[in-house]
């Protein structure tokens, strides 16, 4: 197990490093310098800038400033935003965006798996084409247009949620509502064919043939092990809700990160664009490997130290 | 027993000579097949004929192929020409799906997007399947050290966040049809290579590919025509599933700003364009676009469904 952990962390650090490095090269070859874009007039924020990236210094030892600060957790300052920094917009944004994620995650995986089991109980009946059809639409319908058409249909035409921003709970009905249909369109799906796969299996024929109730069966026998495959897809998923709040934050002008990073996009801020594109990766790097870990302490069929290679 | 009691039940002595004919001993015909054999691919179309939703799937995609392509031909608007008098026109007998902001017409907008939308899908999903079946099969042809080095690769591209690696790509390339394509395919090729990969590690220990070695088959023509034909079944369906996420991507982009520049209609761009346009009650700018976004890609995941299902010869009934 250990060293199934540190092969994990070996590969983590050096997916890290790539896109720290990917990162720089990028900014680096940006035509011309990243911060002498037009309307960029303000004497003190040029200094500044130079002064953090070194732009004076030759490129090996930019390099290794730029690896010591992103080390540090320092990502200078904004071009655009004289008196913020990187950090400050990430420290404003980032409690907003990872409330907004947490919720989406939570309504997704439990409202997936709830549709899964209703189909996978009902194989071929209604209530399996009716959840199996939500979850085709779910997984073709992009979130921004979902997202469009809940505000058009229920804060709009029929005012049941406000339009935008975040404040409260009602605020949040209809921006998590359009982030999380996707993945739980992908949840359900997966929990149907793995309980579907999981339901011909001899233990739970043994199961029944206790006289166990069907309710026990579900959630203590057939649950534990059709959840596996929606473990191995969580890390893909959070990636997915993560792109996907910056469509969302946009469209519902919520002031987390993935607005301010799709500002700096169209501002074409280059600070704030790596930091944050730093931050994201880091951030989702490190939740996959934390999904690694927690699939080879569940699944007690993994062996660890096999060879990759199925 | 009961075989002395039957009436019905001849013996060698009164069976009737003319029952029997003479047959000419022809052992290429005896050998012959009576029913038409069934090929792998036969099979599965046979079975995906019988699926209605992947059958749906398919008519809706070879329209839209069709009008992508003679859409903008038939309509007698361009789709860039702005008539700023016939702004926001509602779908009318003139213009079918109405106008947009600048007056343009949106139903040749729209088989534009189609033309660019299609084509940034099928490109990537292209490039996706000749790099990952490269890499693929190569690292699971060698095994061993190679295979080893290849997939550590790959373990390490595979946990860049795509998206965020195609954003930074953009922002420094600049937004255009190839950058767009180049960005995707830059990471996108990881998950072939590895269904790639999985599935020759599994062909190659097969008997038949150990008694085509045992005649001295090259390497090469063993990979070529032993185990690349045995693999097609789950490239296509990865395919078909990669087909849409460029689309939808594609679309993704537009929204945040990086999109195919303005005059050239990308569905994405046509509907991120018409984000403000809906909330004043000109839906049909939006509607159309998002409409199409969403039905080619329902119609690939349902024809990806289908073909699953009839490519896998471990399901057939």
Known sequence: MLKYILKKLLIMVLTLWIIITLTFVLMVSVPGSPFNSEGNSNEIVQQNLERHYNLDKPIHVQYLLYLKSVATLDFGPSIKQPNQTVNDLLGRGFPISAELGLITIIVAVISGIILGILAALRHNGVI??????????????????????????LAVDWEFFPVATWKSPMHMVLPVLALATGPMAIIARLTRSTMLEVLTQDYIKMARAKGLTPW?????????????????????????????????????????????????INHRDFPVIMGTTVFYSAFLIVMLFLVDIAYGILDPRIKVTKKEGE | MKRNQNPQHYNQKNVPDEWFTWRKKDIREQELVARPSLSYWKDAWRRLRKNFLAMSGIVFLSLLVLMAIFGPILSPYDANTQVLSEQYQPPSAEH??????????????????????????????????????????????????????????????????????????????????????IALTVTGWVGMARIVRGQVMQIKNYEYVLASKSFGTKTPRIIRRGLL????????????????????????LSFIGLGISSPNASWGVMANDSL?????????????????????????????????DALDPKLRK
């Open chain 2, 96 to 181: 079918w799906f109405g106008t947009d902001n600048a007056g343009r017409d949106v139903f040749t907008r729209t088989w534009y997007g189609a033309r660019i939308s299609l084509f940034v899908g099928f490109m990537a999903a292209l490039i996706d399947v000749t790099i990952g079946i490269i890499w693929g099969g190569i690292s699971g042809y060698k095994g061993g050290r190679t295979d080893n080095v290849m997939m550590r690769i790959i373990e390490i591209l595979y946990g860049i966040p795509y998206l965020l690696v195609v954003i930074l790509l953009l922002v420094v390339l600049g937004p255009s049809l190839s950058t767009i394509i």
């Open chain 2, 276 to 308: 403000g346009a809906i909330l004043s009650g000109n839906w049909w700018t939006l509607f159309f676009p998002a409409f199409f976004i969403s039905f080619t890609m329902f119609a690939f995941n349902v024809l990806g469904d289908g073909l699953q």
């Open chain 1, 216 to 264: 026990k069966i579900i959630v203590k026998h057939a649950l534990r092990n059709a959840l596996m495959p929606v473990i191995t897809i969580m890390g893909t998923l959070l990636a997915g809700i993560m792109t996907g709040s910056f469509v969302i934050e946009q469209i519902f002008a919520i002031p987390g990160m993935g607005k301010y990073f799709v500002e700096s």
């Open chain 1, 128 to 153: 399996d084409y009716l959840a199996m059809g939500i979850a085709v639409l779910g997984i073709s319908i992009p979130n921004f247009i979902l997202a469009t058409l809940l505000i058009q249909k």
């Open chain 2, 229 to 252: 034909p045995n693999t097609m079944g789950p490239i296509i369906v990865q395919m078909t599933l990669t087909v849409p996420s460029a689309i939808f991507a594609e679309a993704f």
